[in-house]
């Protein structure tokens, strides 16, 4: 085939060494393990403990954990695409950094920010840097260190979020493999039902906003699990009719992890059996930009070449959507 489609050709992960589990959480707050298990799915979560690391850390590990299993050279990598909701800090591109760090001194590197759904938003952006014949490497990771945005005291938030980072190389592919539809949208009215309200040029940071504890994310728990649920079903099967698939076609639903009960209800809406849903959110927790990465990472050696999978998210802002892509090899 001509067409040049742009396919995963390797995936990595990394997830920090100290493990949070309900059961630490019932000491800082007021919950308990079978309240969390029941409204998230989540039993641990991983944190990164050591100081002077941030968002990089985790994203150079999983780029060279794909690195090392691939046995790519760094130097073929052309472009590098860093999803985060949480980078190192402002103005400095986290992505140049890890590019530099990992040994990609040929790549350009930027960072990309769609909340939760920014690994998805990735992948379309590097399919298209694919598709376009320039590039022949691009390196899509989604990282994000929530412990450093997580409010400690907030039992809504601090049960749900880990940290972690996922990564997948693209390269063209010419048997019609890789990404082959997508559906991505976006809606500002979810602007205020998942948000850190200071440190942004909207509210600037100050003594105040300190005092007041407005660096920390905050959300509208009900709202956002009802927009999922539905903006998430909906686009996915959106993307199954239009490509003439049916469930039964369907090999892989590869979810961003939210919570175990809206991925439950996706799954539910789109009639899919409970062994073509992938979760690992029990052991990790949400960690926003980095869940699907992981989640093809972690369930790598159950991917066939020519499998169907559908990537599904939503995230803050709000953003969400859905790719169809077909696996492009054989685990080794």
């Known amino acids: 085939m001509n067409t040049i489609t742009a396919a995963i050709t390797a995936v990595g992960g990394y997830v920090p060494d100290y493990v949070l589990t309900n059961k630490v959480l019932e000491t800082l707050v007021d919950t308990n393990e079978e309240w969390i298990l029941s409204r998230t799915g989540i039993k641990e979560r991983r944190i990164l403990k050591e100081e002077g690391k941030g968002t990089s850390y985790l994203a150079i590990k999983a780029a060279q954990d794909l690195i090392a299993k691939s046995n790519i050279d760094p130097l073929e990598i052309d472009l590098l695409i860093m999803a985060t909701a949480t980078p190192d800090m402002p103005i400095a591109s986290t992505g140049s950094n890890v590019a530099t760090e990992i040994g990609a001194l040929n790549a350009f590197a930027f960072d990309l920010q769609a909340a939760c759904s920014g690994f998805l ?106 927009y999922a649920v539905n903006n998430m079903a909906d686009c996915s099967e959106l993307i199954i009719k239009r490509n003439n698939l049916t469930n039964e076609d369907v090999d892989w639903l590869v979810p961003h992890q939210a919570n175990k009960r809206i991925i439950d209800a996706i799954a539910n809406r789109m009639k899919l059996d409970d062994s073509k849903v992938l979760m690992n959110i029990e052991k990790y927790g949400n960690t926003t930009s980095a869940t699907i990465g992981l989640v093809l990472n972690d369930f790598e050696r159950l991917f066939k070449k020519g499998d169907t999978i559908i990537l599904a998210a939503f995230g803050g802002g709000f953003t969400w959507g859905s790719i169809y892509l077909k696996w492009a090899y054989d685990k080794k």
């Open 121 to 226: 938003y990735g992948v379309s952006v590097a399919s298209a840097y694919i598709q376009s014949g320039r590039y022949k490497k691009v390196l899509l990771i989604g990282a994000d260190m929530m412990s450093s945005i997580v409010d400690y005291t907030d039992r809504t938030t601090c049960i749900i979020f880990g940290d972690g980072a996922g990564a997948a190389l693209f390269e063209p592919n010419h048997e019609g493999l890789g990404v082959q539809d997508e559906y991505l949208r976006s809606d500002g009215i979810g602007r205020d039902f998942l948000k850190i309200e200071a440190g942004g040029s909207l509210l600037p940071t100050t003594v105040q906003t300190i005092k007041d504890n407005k660096h920390k994310i905050i959300q509208d728990g009900k709202t956002v699990f009802k």
